[in-house]
C-alpha cells in the first residue's frame, strides 16, 4: 500500500539526519557493494542448511559460527535456541537497537535444497525466505565492525544487538522472539528500536503487525453403521457445517478480518458414520480487539454446529473441543512515528518509493508491547515464497543491504 503522506516534521527530521550521516554512511556502502559476491555466497550456504522450524539447530551453529569468524566475542545462544550476537558501543548502558532475521523455514527437514540456475535467478526452498534476511543481517554486522578488534570500527552510540530467532514460521508461533523478549524484559531491558530482516526487496516496510489466532477445531461423536445407525450425530457433518459458517464470518466484520480453513480430516471408513472430525482455522486481522470478536464468534458457530448435528441425541451427544494453535498478537506503529519516517527516507534515498505493507513478522512482538519495530525486505528480488520453486534474483541486492545498514546505523547512532 501507497504511504499516506507522513507529517512533514518527521520525515524532514528524517532526511536530515540521513544528510549529516552520508559522510559516514557513503564508505560503509560502498564496503557493503565491495562484499556483494560473499553474500550472496552466505545466502546460498544457509539456504543448502536444512532448518525446519523446530529444527534450526544446525543452521544455528552456521550463524553463531560467522558471527565469531567477524570477530563478534559475546556469541551466545539462548534458552530457546535464538544465536544473539552483541556489538558493543561507546556507552555500554544505552538501549540496544536490535537487528533480527529469523532461522527457520517452512520446509521439512527431508526437503531437497539443491539449487538451481534459471537465468539471473536462483531457485532454491528458503533462498529467500529468509536465508536472505540472514545473509544481509551477517553481512551489516561484518560490514560495521568489532569496536576493539576492528581500528575502523563505525562509532555508534547504542549497542547493536544481532539475534537470529528460532520458531518464526507458521506454528513456530514467534517462539524465539518471544522467549528473546520475555528475557530483556526480565532483565529490565528496553530496546530503542527493532529491525527485522525477512526475505528479499527494498521498497515495503511493513509497520502493521498483522495478528492471528490458530485453532484445531475437534468434533467428537458416537460413530456407527453407516445404514443400521443412520440418523446419529455425524462428526464429518458438524465439521462441513461449522466450515461453512465459519467462511461467512468476514462480512459480520466488514473485511476486518480473514478466516480460513486451511485442513480437514477425520472419518474411520468410507460406510462408517465418522466419530471424529477436526479441522485447523486460521483468522487474521490487525486489531486485537477483532480477533477477541472473531474468537468469540468462532466458538459460537463451533457450539452451534454441535448443537445443530445433535438434533435430541441425548444418549451418545456431539461433543466440540476448540484448541489454540499459536497465537500472534497484533500492533502497529503510525507513519509519522520516527522509526516509519526513517525507514521512509533510507528508501527514498536509494531510488525507490516506499511501501507500507501489513505482514506477520518477527516485528509482531516488540510491536505489541510498545516497542518501536518494523520489518524490511534484505534486497533483491524473490517470488514463490513458501514453494519448492522459491527463486531470488540479485537486481541491485546491494540497494536493499545499503538501506538496511542505513537505518540500522542511523537508530544506533
Do not use: K
Amino acid at each position: 500500500m501507497t504511504f499516506r503522506r507522513s507529517a512533514p516534521s518527521a520525515l524532514s527530521r528524517a532526511e536530515h539526519r540521513l544528510r549529516d550521516l552520508r559522510p559516514m554512511l557513503r564508505p560503509l556502502a560502498d564496503a557493503l557493494r565491495t562484499r556483494d559476491a560473499a553474500t550472496l555466497e552466505s545466502q546460498v550456504r544457509l539456504a543448502q542448511l536444512a532448518a525446519p522450524t523446530g529444527g534450526e539447530t544446525r543452521r544455528a551453529a552456521l550463524v553463531a559460527d560467522a558471527f565469531r569468524l567477524r570477530g563478534f566475542t559475546r556469541v551466545h545462544t539462548d534458552r530457546v535456541g535464538n544465536v544473539i550476537a552483541r556489538r558493543p558501543a561507546q556507552e555500554p548502558s544505552a538501549q540496544p537497537i536490535v537487528c533480527m532475521a529469523h532461522l527457520d523455514t517452512v520446509f521439512a527437514a527431508d526437503t531437497p535444497l539443491l539449487l538451481r540456475h534459471e537465468g539471473s535467478r536462483l531457485v532454491c526452498p528458503g533462498i529467500g525466505d529468509n536465508a536472505r534476511g540472514l545473509a544481509a543481517m551477517l553481512a551489516i554486522a561484518d560490514t560495521l565492525g568489532v569496536p576493539g578488534l576492528d581500528g575502523d570500527a563505525t562509532r555508534l552510540g547504542h549497542p547493536v544487538e544481532f539475534v537470529a530467532t528460532v520458531g518464526e514460521e507458521g506454528l513456530g508461533n514467534l517462539r524465539g522472539a518471544r522467549g528473546y523478549f520475555d528475557d530483556l524484559a526480565a532483565d529490565g531491558r528496553v530496546p530503542l528500536a527493532v529491525l527485522a530482516l525477512d526475505g528479499p526487496g527494498d521498497e515495503r516496510i511493513v509497520h502493521h503487525a498483522l495478528g492471528s489466532r490458530r485453532y484445531r477445531i475437534t468434533f467428537h461423536g458416537p460413530g456407527g453403521h453407516s445404514w443400521a445407525d443412520f440418523g446419529r450425530p455425524n462428526a464429518i457433518h458438524a465439521a462441513g457445517r461449522a466450515a461453512f459458517w465459519l467462511s461467512s464470518m468476514p462480512s459480520e466484520f466488514r473485511s476486518a478480518v480473514a478466516v480460513s480453513v486451511g485442513r480437514i480430516g477425520g472419518g474411520e471408513s468410507l460406510t462408517a458414520i465418522p466419530s471424529l472430525a477436526w479441522m485447523e482455522v486460521d483468522v487474521r486481522a490487525t486489531d486485537e480487539t477483532v480477533l477477541g470478536r472473531a474468537d468469540r464468534q468462532l466458538r459460537s458457530v463451533v457450539r452451534q454446529a454441535a448443537l445443530d448435528e445433535n438434533r435430541g441425541h441425548t444418549d451418545a451427544p456431539m461433543r466440540a473441543e476448540v484448541s489454540v494453535l499459536g497465537e500472534r498478537p497484533a500492533g502497529q506503529l503510525p507513519a509519522d512515528h520516527p522509526v516509519v519516517a526513517l525507514a521512509m527516507a533510507a528508501t527514498r534515498d536509494g531510488g525507490r518509493d516506499p511501501l507500507g505493507a501489513i505482514a506477520s513478522t518477527d516485528a509482531n512482538i516488540p510491536l505489541s508491547r510498545g516497542i518501536p519495530a518494523i520489518t524490511i525486505g534484505a534486497g533483491g528480488r524473490g517470488g514463490g515464497a513458501h514453494t519448492p520453486d522459491e527463486w531470488y534474483e540479485n537486481a541491485d541486492g546491494p540497494r536493499g543491504l545499503v538501506r538496511a545498514l542505513t537505518i540500522l546505523t542511523a537508530l544506533a547512532r
